[in-house]
């Protein structure tokens, strides 16, 4: 029996010449410690810190690994040293209890890896990118099998758009973002940041913020219509939900003050 998993490796820029490399490696192993947390009612998953600047994350869903992975990279604090994501999603014949995920030899893996190591060559480095493809040989693991070489461009395409997005926000245009994205409402975000509610909207809407949020839906959404139409599995979006739900209730009572 096939089990539908997504997977990121997350790793961190500029980490070997930090001189807060100890700072950094307790800050991941808090970040472990918080995946674990948001994820605790929504089922099984493992995530470990391991080679000093790097996690590796695997959860059932497609969607799973994205959901987390966008929202670490909206509420992480160091900005000179930012994570990147190299993500994958398909299928396992195991289930994610019986593995261990520091010695689990997979294709799944392997793909993320790779996206990682390619984000790591770009000069201008997105957060995200997915590796759908590369070490997959059995192409009836998945219902759009031929087309995942055409599928990865696209959806990498959008993750890029979202990337240029987010870099041209200004600092308030970002913070405007992150807090209204956690907290989904504007009067909150206003009451946490002491501004009127038009000048929230202003720096929400100037910061292409609905635009942004709207790219990380949408591909929320082609993953879990994937996964359905593989599994049928007609509650897959009430999970996503659920996780973010979870996600967002954990920030706000650890994270964002207010």
């Not at 893996?109 to 190591?117: G, P, W």
């Amino acid at each position: 029996m096939n089990h539908p998993i997504s997977i990121f490796i997350l790793d961190v820029s500029n980490s070997s010449s930090a001189e807060i490399g100890e700072e950094l490696t307790n800050y991941l192993d808090e970040m472990v410690a918080s995946i674990n947390v948001w994820t605790k009612e929504f089922g099984h998953c493992k995530v470990k810190h391991r080679a000093g600047d790097e996690i590796i994350f695997a959860g059932y869903g497609y969607s799973t690994a994205y959901i987390i992975a966008f929202f670490i990279s909206r509420v992480w604090k160091y900005r000179n040293h930012t994570p990147y994501f190299g993500l994958s999603f398909g299928d396992s014949d195991k289930e994610l209890e019986e593995v261990d995920i520091e010695k689990w030899i997979h294709p799944l893996i392997k793909q993320a890896r790779y996206a990682n190591d390619l984000l790591k060559q770009e000069p201008v480095r997105p957060l995200f990118k997915f590796e759908l493809d590369q070490f997959y040989q059995d192409i009836s693991l998945f219902t759009y099998n031929q087309f995942r070489n055409e599928f990865e461009v696209l959806i990498n395409s959008l993750l890029r758009l979202q990337m240029n997005m987010l870099k041209e926000q200004t600092p308030i245009q970002e913070q405007v973002f992150t807090y209204y994205f956690i907290l989904q409402q504007q009067k909150a975000v206003a009451k946490l940041l002491e501004k009127t509610a038009p000048t929230i909207s202003s720096h929400y809407k100037k910061g292409k913020s609905e635009e942004i949020t709207k790219v990380f839906s949408e591909l929320v959404t082609i993953l879990d219509s994937l996964q359905e139409k593989s599994y049928n599995d007609n509650q897959r979006n009430g999970k996503s939900e659920s996780l973010m739900e979870s996600i967002r209730h954990h920030l706000k009572l650890n994270h964002i003050k207010q």
